[in-house]
Structures are given as C-alpha cells and as structure tokens.
C-alpha cells in the first residue's frame, strides 16, 4: 500500500522547521538530477557564440588591430574592440583602472584585446585566431618588490596601497627575537563551473544579463557605465553558480557579452574554457613575508615587525582591500602590545590578483604561525601552550587598536581542537595507495615519518574600514489560491553553493511559522545584497530576511489586535497564529492574510565601522571570526611526498544556523587550505602563466583529501541575527599554516614557502642524510 | 613544470609567426566550419535522438547539452580531468567532453537524466541531497553517474577503492566528507536490502 500523502493545506499546530536544524538545501533536488540550470545551461532559440581574442603577452604595446579577415568569415556576425565600447573605457572594483578591451599597452598574459560573436563557437574560435592584432612586446615588470620604486606600468602608478600601522611603542624590544622570510604562491579559486553567461539585448534598448557572479548590483553598476546606460536598463539575474570563493567578484565576460548583445541585436552566450577561465578570473595573492617576533622569555608577545608585498598583478580588483586584511590580522589571533606593519600591495605584469576565500588573512596566517612555531623552539616553550598565553580573548586590542567587543573565543578554539581524537598511526601494512605519493606506489612504508602540526588564524566577517555595509530583503506573505499561507523571499543574494538559500527559508519559517517559503529569482529588481564573500551572507542577508520578516508580523499583529480590540503590544506570533500572551484568543494567520498580501522590504546594516588612520589604527572591523586546526601528515622525506592524514579543527562560529551546511563548509574550506599547503600553485614564468589546466593545475582529489574531524565553540555573535557568525573562512586560512607545521615536524626543515613541493624537502632533506 | 605543449592562441606565444595560432586553419583559407554537416542519431538514455546538421568536430558533451536540450552532463574542463561530464556510454563511465558526438552513433548513452524517473530520486542522488554532498553542484551530476558506477561494478568498495574510483571526479566545494557520507549510506541501504 502507498503510504498516504501529506496533507498539502496548512496545519497551524505544526511546528516549522526552524533555524538550527539541519534543514536540507531546496536546490539539493534538482542539482543531483542535472536539471538545476547553470550559468553555462542558459539557452535562447538564436542565440549566438562570444568568444575572447585575448593577449598571449604579459606586456606589449598593440600598433595595431586588424579584424577585417574574421569579420568576413561566414557565420560571424560581430567583432568588437576597444574602439567599439560607447560608455566607459574601464571597470574595477575599487578603481575603475581595468580596460574592456586593451586598446594601446597591454599589461598581462591573457588581457582581453577582442570579442567575437559568431553563430557556432567553433566559428567563434576561428574567428578569435583571425583577428590580427600587432604587438610591440616589452619587458614585463614581474618582480613585486622592484614594482614599488620602477616606472609605472600604468597611469595611476604602481603602489595599490601601502597600509601602515604603528602600534604601541614601536621601539619595543623582546628578550627573545626571531625572524623569517616566507612566500606565497598564487593560488585559482577553481571554481568548477566556468565563467559563463547569456545577454539578451531588449526592447527598450536596454539589456537582460543571466550570469553565475557573487554581487549582482555591483556588476551591473560597472557593465553600465561601461555600456552607457541607465543602471534600470541592465536587469542582471543570478543564473546557477558553480562555486566562486571570490572570483567571481570581479567581472569576466560581463561586459564583452552584452556588448556584442547590443551590438548584434542577438542573445550572446558566452562560456570560458577551463584554460581560459585561468585568464579570466584574478587569482590569491602571491606574497613575500618578512617577520620579527619579539617576546619575553616566558613566553608572552611583546612586538610583532612585518613587512608584506602583494603582488596585486596588472589591475587593482581589490587588492586595496586584501592588504588592508592581511596587515590588520597579520601578527595572528594574538595579543600583541606594540606593532610595526608595512604592507604593499603592487601593480606588476602578473595576472591580476584580488579576492579568494580568506582575503589577505591567509598569507598572514601562513607566515605568523611558522613564527610563532619557530617562537616556541626557541624559548622551549610547547608550541600550543605558546598560543595559549597569548591568545585574544574578548576586551582585548588588536594591532589596530580596536578592542574586541564580540565573542573572541580563542583559547577555547585552541583546547577544544587539542582534545579531538588523533588518527591511527600508519600502519606498518598500509596498502601503497596510503602512502605519501598514493597512486604513484613509490613511497616505502619503511621511510614514511609522521608530523603533527597546529595553527591558529582569524579574520573579519563581513565588510570594513567604514564602508557601509548591507544587504536587502523583501518579503511578501500572502494566500496562496487554496488558502495556504505562503512567504516569498526576494533578495539578490548569490547563491554560490553556500546554502544561504536554505538559510533564507529557515529565517522566513521561524519568523513568520509558515512552511512554503518561496525564494524568488535573484536579480537586480530589489535592493543590493552585498557580495557573497568576507563570509557575511548568513549575517547580512539573514539580518535582512529576519528583519523584514519581522516588518511582516508587525502588519500581521496590528491586523489581529484590531479583530481582537487588543494592542499590537499585547499579542505574539507563534506557530502560525496571533495569540494573546496568555495564550487565550488567537487570530489564524489565514485569517489576518484574508485582508491581503502584507510585503516588506528592509535592509541591514551592521554596526559602523571606522577608515584606518594615518598610523592604520581605527575601529575598522565589525565582527571576527577564529578558528583552531591540527594536521597530521605522512612524510617520505626522500621524494619529498607529503600525504595529509587528518585535520581536526574547532570553529568559532557564534550559533550554528544549519549544522549540516557548517560541516560542509568546514570540510570544503579546509580542502583549499590543504590544496595551498601541498599542491596547488600557478605556476607564473616571466609574467606567463604555465599551467592554466587541471592537468597541471593540482587540486585535492577524493584520494587527497584527509579525514576531518571538527567541533565549534558556539558564543552568539552580538548585533548578528541569532547570534551566527560567518563560517565560510576561518577553514581555509589556519589549515594551510597546520600542514606545513605537520610537514615541519616530521622533516625538520624550515619549509619557507607555500605550497610546499617535493623539491623543497627532498632537495634540501639529501645533504642530511647523505651524512 | 618548465614547457607546456601548446594548445591554442593563448597559451604559447613561441609558434613561428609568434601568434601562436598554428593549431588553427589560416583566416579564409578554409570554408566555413559549418559547410561540411552531417546528421545523425544517438541513442540517449533508452531513446533515439535525431542530430541534424552537426559539425562533425563537437563533443558528446556539448551535443548532449546544446543541441538535445540535456544540459545535466556539466562542462567543467572538457579535458578530461575532472569528470563532471561523465556518462555512461554501453554501460561504461566515460568523460563525454573527450568523445566525439559521432562517434558514439550505435551506443547507448546513459546521462545522469536517465538515472531516475521523473519526480523520483535514485538511491545515489537521495543520499547527496540529504547527506548534504551538495553544495553548488556543478560536480554533482558527474559525481552520481560515477559513483552508481562504482557500486554497480563494486558493491562492496572498500572506502579507499571508492575514494580512488571517485578521484577523477574535482569537487572544490565539499572537501568530500559529505559525499563520502552519501556513498557509505548507500551501501549500508543495499547491503540491507540484499539480505
């Protein structure tokens, strides 16, 4: 016999699920069917192909564009350059200093000199390669610190930003003192679905954008002004978005696509390669690290003395913004009485570099902590313990002479993820596939040393230095045409992958007790969102979805207190309907929605934050975020192979909204901390970048990936809805620090530079053992 | 990592005339790429599929996907490195972006549409959405055709012969742990079921 279906119509004694509850995601259905529509899925009957004609050197000057062979081709209905952009000739986050199309100097591999739109993208291809473009090539200027003082590359110079903080008495002396350089490779977001879009040009001249991006409201600003056009003429919607983790901030095809939209009178679809994506999106921040710790000889920080270069490559993105995090957050979640801090982020003939998952705070992370390690050795002091006596607590002042006033967990982080129980050790039959070098079977158990490690790192949530900072939502409660309430949410919020979707619908069910949330479309016709990045859509978003939520029921109680003669004051709304406190008389939402639809739309700001001063002192953070990890590695020393075997982690995360999407988040964001410590890199040879494949782009498989084992330290977040706080950071930034500390530990070697290579331990590990 | 072998304009400057565009036919000395068409019939998840005037040169992957409205195979790398376009072509896993649409006239091709009945869920694509294995899922397509593979071929995986028949498939969102999770409740509900 079927089991009988569930009633459809409302039932106001059940309970909805609300937040805190692992309420699964309502696009779960149609992704594993293949039937969610990605960015890369849009398709219009007549569509045309765009395609990019993009530089093949890092710097040149172009003599000349020559289009007239691809523009004869059959089958090609436009070709575009820089000549053909009618608004603004650049975009940018920050500053508008990035050009839509190269037009005289070209100041990266891979910077976008065309477009093609042609009606088969195999057309559109030939077409690209038809385009002759004339190239003076120059010397690229592909050294970050040489960038600060060499002729500038471009107009506005080569110095994005210099942050400076000085803090407490910059003459502070430790009775013990060590120091450091450290390195960064330039880590891809490898997001798997690719930059990929539809335009469909509009009756009034305007333009439609489906588009998988992280900040819809700020893309369409940039393709605006860029197009010459009213913002209200470019109506952007979210399409489905295969992962960002911060590289969808910038814009990629945007622009090109609704240009040849226009121009052509034709939908575009345009859909980067994997190779292409690798041009098309900024990357993380290579650095270069220079470190002076001092401390007392017990073991508490005195000063903390660093000097950063970021290399920003050829455009500013937000590299203005990724300095300023990785100077405020770079002596770590530490107490630190007096610090010097010079950070640089630089315009060389790199590719462009801005936002990835942790935002400057991973650099930082990756160089402090081996001081603080290298700190520990050198006072004899155990190095968690060393973390211990100097871990930030709440009250407490950063290097930028804020006091922390929210929850600041530290020392719990530390000693929850110490307790978590250690892996097995390795076997001595270990099947080959679990040695270091897995499916290569080249490691010998015999040789195989085991290494603990452990890192601390923090950052801010959401966005800083007095930036106003806030997201929209509008909701409508209204009958459905069989009488069930239902609430729709409307807010542009991307939904990049994180679940802030299924968070939207667990606020709307807890505020207003209904079960059928709707979430309608994101797009611009509703207020900006914000990004979905610094891990503060749950915070922002939510704030605003419970926010207007609240609106709702405050039309809703009004309703019912005049049916009841009672004040709005004296009445509640508890699952599903408007009581009296005393639980006596109650008014159905049914019956308080038959008056109509109520709608509201609010927007949330957090608290306000301050710039930074001359001395890179204000308070110019809302809220943070910490997060404790320990790895444990297989070494073979003598290939230089590294298997990571387990990272355990506790996570301060003020209240688990969705505990099952926190899991997800910890794990995923740990992947890409391990994937920098271990293997992931791209490989930049005089401004070229090398390996612009997953063939030789690594990126942790299934057989990489360590076991996680994590707890959280739940401390509700002041001012945030719930008291949440975000979580989709804190993983990636101190996990990368616990591998190569792991690494450290069982190699013994200084280990310098992220990711670690075989080179680098097998190499330098030769000469020890040769004795 | 020192040379790479060229593969279009943009990756190597170094081809002779320094554009790097050996790989491609000269502009204007061929006809256009789509003179020379062909039609013919794929048999996709148990039905006949008419292509009409195709360019020989496409992919399953994007025959699938632009052309017979089946966009469920996803198009990640399309060179076979991470194995979101997977199906199954005669019953065996392939990446669809690495064989030739034409090519496959006389298989059949199973895509992750053709996994379940409409309005219904295989026991693979239950466990990803209430596991939680998804999340922007743009690898979970792949990720379900693969792992009904594996647990057709090999009910009993061990986890280390699940984590190396699934490492072909990229996923950057999840880390895995969830999608293992799925996996290991999937096999626990069939064991239970044989017995």
């Known amino acids: 016999m079927p089991a009988p279906s569930l009633p459809t119509t409302f039932t106001r004694k059940r309970r909805a699920p609300g937040v805190g509850e692992s309420v699964l995601r309502p696009d779960g259905i149609p992704k594993v069917k293949g039937q969610f529509a ?318 990835m998952r942790g935002f400057g705070a991973v650099q930082t992370s990756f160089a402090s902590e081996a001081q603080m390690d290298k700190l520990a050795q050198e006072l004899h002091i155990d190095p968690v313990e060393l973390r211990l006596r100097n871990a930030l607590k709440t009250h407490d002042e950063l290097l930028t002479g804020q006091v922390i006033i929210g929850a600041a967990p530290v020392a719990e982080c530390i000693r929850a993820c110490l307790a978590l129980p250690m892996p097995e050790p390795l076997s001595e039959d270990a099947p080959a596939m679990m040695l270091p070098g897995g499916a290569g079977l080249t490691a010998l158990r015999d040789d195989v040393r085991r290494g603990v490690g452990f890192a601390v790192g923090f950052k801010n949530l959401a966005f800083s230095e007095g930036f106003d900072d806030y997201s929209t939502a509008r909701i409508r409660l209204e009958l459905t045409p069989v009488g069930d309430p239902t609430a729709t949410v409307h807010v542009a919020t991307a939904e990049v992958g994180q679940g802030f979707v299924t968070v939207a619908q667990q606020i709307a069910r807890a505020e207003l007790g209904v079960h059928e949330v709707v979430l309608a479309a994101a797009d611009t ?198 008291g949440a706080k975000g979580v989709g950071e804190p993983p990636t930034i101190s996990s990368t620090g616990a591998v190569v500390a792991a690494i450290r530990d069982a190699t013994r070697l200084d280990l310098n530079r992220i990711p670690v290579r075989p080179d680098d331990i097998a190499l330098a590990a030769a000469p020890e053992r040769s004795r | 990592m020192t040379e790479q072998t060229p593969s279009d304009a943009l990756h190597d400057p170094t081809t002779p005339d320094g554009s790097g565009r050996e790989d491609y036919p000269a502009p204007g000395a061929g006809p256009d790429v789509l003179a020379a068409l062909e039609s013919y019939t794929l048999a996709v998840n148990g039905r006949d599929r008419d292509v009409t005037e195709a360019w020989l040169g496409e992919s399953l992957l994007w025959v699938l996907r632009e052309r017979l409205g089946l966009p469920g195979a996803k198009n990640a790398c399309e060179q076979g490195e991470c194995g979101s376009c997977s199906v199954l072509l005669d019953g065996r896993l392939v990446a669809s972006c690495c064989v030739l649409a034409a090519d496959a006239v006389g298989s059949q091709i199973t895509t992750v549409e053709g996994l379940s009945g409409e309005g219904e869920l295989s026991d693979v694509q239950r466990a990803f959405v209430e596991e939680g294995a998804v999340q922007c899922g743009f690898c979970t397509p792949g990720l379900v055709v693969a792992i009904h593979d594996v647990l057709h071929r090999n009910p009993r995986a061990t986890e280390l012969e699940l984590r190396e028949a699934i490492s072909g498939d990229l996923c950057r969102c999840t880390g895995y742990g969830r999608i293992f999770a799925a996996v290991r409740r999937v096999q626990q509900e069939r064991a239970h079921a044989r017995t």
């Open chain 1, 525 to 722: 016709q509703v207020g900006s969102a914000g990004s979905s990045s610094a891990s503060r859509q749950t915070m922002m978003s939510g704030g605003a979805v419970q926010a207007a939520c609240a609106a709702v029921r405050e039309v809703l109680l009004e309703r019912a207190a005049l049916e009841l003669h009672l004040a709005p004051a004296d009445l509640v709304l508890e699952e599903g309907e408007l009581v009296t406190k005393d639980g006596r008389h109650n008014v159905s939402l049914v019956e308080a929605l038959k008056a109509g639809p109520v709608e509201a739309t609010r927007e949330f700001h957090h608290a306000p934050t301050d710039p930074l001063d001359e001395n890179g002192q204000g308070n110019a953070h809302w809220s943070f975020a910490f997060a404790a990890h320990r790895a444990v590695v297989d070494v073979d020393p003598e290939l230089g192979l590294v298997r990571v075997v387990q990272i355990a982690t506790a996570q301060d995360i003020g209240k688990a909204l969705n505990p099952l999407a926190v899991t997800g988040q910890v794990e995923g964001g740990i992947a890409q901390g391990v994937g920098l410590a271990v293997m992931e890199e791209i490989i930049v040879d005089k401004g070229r970048i090398r390996n612009p494949s997953f063939t030789d782009y690594l990126l942790p498989t299934a057989l990489d990936m360590p076991t996680v084992v994590q707890t959280w330290i739940e401390q509700p977040e002041r001012g945030a809805p719930y």
């Open chain 1, 38 to 355: 990605f960015s890369s899925d849009a398709w219009v009957e007549g569509m045309v192909w765009g395609r990019t004609v993009r530089s093949p050197y890092p710097a040149a000057r172009i003599r000349g564009i020559d289009v007239s062979a691809a523009v004869a081709m059959p089958g090609v209905h436009a070709v575009i350059t820089a000549e053909d952009v009618w608004g603004s000739p650049t975009y940018g986050l920050e500053h508008h200093d990035q050009p839509v199309f190269a037009s005289d100097v070209v100041r990266y591999h891979g910077e976008p000199v065309a477009a093609v739109a042609a009606d088969h993208p195999e057309t559109a291809q030939r077409a690209c390669a038809a385009v002759v473009v004339d190239y003076e090539v120059l010397e690229p200027l592909v050294d970050a610190e040489a960038a600060i003082t060499a002729a500038p590359i471009h107009p506005a110079g080569n110095i994005f930003r210099h942050v400076r903080i000085r803090h407490g008495d910059p003459d502070a002396v430790g009775e013990v003192v060590v120091e450091g350089t450290y390195e960064v490779g330039m880590q891809d977001q490898a997001f798997l679905g690719p930059e990929s879009g539809l335009a469909v040009p509009s009756e009034d001249g305007g333009v439609e954008l489906y588009v998988a991006t992280q900040w819809l409201h700020v893309d369409r600003d940039q393709i605006a002004a860029c197009l010459n056009l009213p913002r209200d003429k470019v109506r952007l919607t979210l399409a489905g978005t295969g992962g960002a983790f911060g590289g969808r901030e910038d814009l990629s095809m945007q622009i090109h696509a609704c240009l040849l939209a226009l121009k052509t009178g034709k939908p575009v679809k345009m859909v980067y390669s994997r190779e292409e994506s690798f041009f098309g999106h900024v990357h993380r921040h290579p650095a270069k690290l220079w470190y002076r710790h001092h401390a007392t000889r017990d073991g508490k920080l005195v000063k903390v003395e660093t000097r950063l270069v970021f290399d920003g490559g050829a455009y500013t993105s937000s590299s203005t913004a990724v300095i300023s995090n990785a100077s405020c957050f770079a002596a770590g979640p530490y107490l630190v009485p007096n610090a010097v801090v010079d950070g640089y982020a630089v315009r060389t003939n790199n590719p462009p570099c801005g936002a």
